[in-house]
């Protein structure tokens, strides 16, 4: 900051000196070519979303059978319409995996480090079902895995799972009112009703830099963790890095997780960073069996709705939660009450929600300033933005990394690597040769759904979804498109955003089950959402996305804001901005209902 800035003495900083600041770092972030910058990962690049992780290929025979449900995904999605299904006593369900298990995300991400940093009381799904109670706070990826397959054993998803195998196209049978599927395996199933949850962030992408393709050293991305090459596993332990040095690309709420753990394996590691992540606090702790006791029926429900109120800034009395998620809105509220204002009007609020922020980020910045030695170091891993401009971390080990001999951080002023060689890395000018690259650059978001999911989904009159959306996505509540019967989509295209993603999932899950049930028990052959209704939630979804525009607008650019560039692609593309407490309320509303209104069902 500098020093003619005015301190509010109430404050402790000043907000019009943190709005510029935050401005000058994001314009100098902004770049013409937006999501383009990136590589899709195919071609020449596909080895890097081969599956590590196989303990051998499957052989089966090509299915051409016909089953009730299909369920493409098995990650917490596909495993909760499962659920959802088996509970209203839907019983032919066939789930289709890429992976060799369920688990989805948790599946693909087995980095060392990999574990959940939103509590896992909210996190993880059906624990009153499963009767499930996490170890701890914030649980680790490997025993997210094995509830996932908990989940699955427990309401019988195993029974006619496909594992390995990849969707290659959905085509509608106007003929028999079915689903043909066909995958890579030879398939061409059949089945009435089809739910399609490919998760918002399973396509890995790496950054389009310059010479990616010359490097002569070894390479991996993140999410396909190469534990062959670096030795050791989801804890840490990487002895192959032994003498080797090592190079990460990015620095967002994977490499957070990871860092540590190269740097204690590696002779040398070189953070390459473009954009610092916030790090709050984790404050991991072991669940406690008293609290335990003392939960009462319809804990689980209400706890994730209370988190899910406070993460999408709503106010409610009491912070079941209580972490570094939630203090936004814990600040917010002492500052209404010390200030005796209770009655504000929306600009108002949402000044005090600004100020709320500046106060968050400058303790996020105050925890760098007390955790990193030098202070240039210090300087160069504060972020300045909104905490939730990006996704914020929670982590106790990654900050004093940077206190160590053997790890380097090459921030490059916010605009990335400037290329790669076949030695390793440039940037700033510099060259550092590296044995290795780890691209922890993240994933698709804001590119076309059939590139991010794999497959063509072909409608009546062979008619593609890609086609029908080429203007923007085209749904009605972000689950049914016209023109796609009996088709269900889960994920965040006009549906609820919300941080706890699980939570969404689930919600979406009931819904799709309730439908479909209902299909069954009247044997109504076609559901299929009206093209007035989804005309009129589309018009709904722009709206409202132009609304709340301002807030991404001004954000660093990264994948909440489509890299700094909304269009009114990208607006049609957004989830539902009258938030996730509304979305949920919502869709509640509509099945007490009961008239299916806005579905044709035939
Ligand atoms: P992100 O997209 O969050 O991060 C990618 C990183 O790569 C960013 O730091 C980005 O910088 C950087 N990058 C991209 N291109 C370049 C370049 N040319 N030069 C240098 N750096 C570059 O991916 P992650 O895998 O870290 O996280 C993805 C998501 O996965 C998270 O947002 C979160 O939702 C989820 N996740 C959840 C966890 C959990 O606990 N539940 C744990 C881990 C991940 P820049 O910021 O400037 O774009």
Redesign the pocket.
Known sequence: MSAETTVRQDLGFDPDALRNKYQTERDK?LRDDGNE??IEVKGQFSHYVEDPYLEGEIKREPLTDEVGVVIIGGGFGGLLAGVRLRQQGVKSIRMIEKGGEFGGTWYW?RYPG?????ESYV?LPLLEETGYMPPKKYIDGADILAYSQQIAKQWDLYDDVCFQTEVESLHWDENTNRWIIKTNQGDAMRARFVISSNGP?NRPKL?G?QGIDDYQGHTFH?SRWDYDYTGGDANGGLTGLKGKRVGI???????V?CVPHLAEGADELYV????P?SIDERNDRPTDPEWVDSLQPNWHQERMDNFNTLVSGGVTDKDLVNDGWTEIIRNLLLMIRDEGESDLSFEALQEKMELADFQKMESIRARVDNIVNDPETAEHLKPYYRQFC??PCFHDDYLPTFNRDNVHLID?G?Q??DRITNKGVVANGQEYELDCIVF????EVGTEYARRCGYETFGRNGVSLSEHWQDGARTFHGMHSHGFPNSFLMGTLQTAFTANYPHSLNEQSKHIAYIVSQALEGNHQVVEATADAEEEWVNTIVQLARMNEQFLADCT???YNNEGKPSERSRQNSSYGGGPVHFFQMLEEWREDGTMQGLDIS
């Open positions: 972030r910058q990136y991400n990999a574990a959940c940093d939103i996190y962030l950054p830099i993140t690309i990015g620095t967002g709420a994977t490499a997780q390459f960073q473009r954009t992540s990006k996704r490059t916010g990335g690597v922890a650059s993240g994933f650019p990264g994948y």
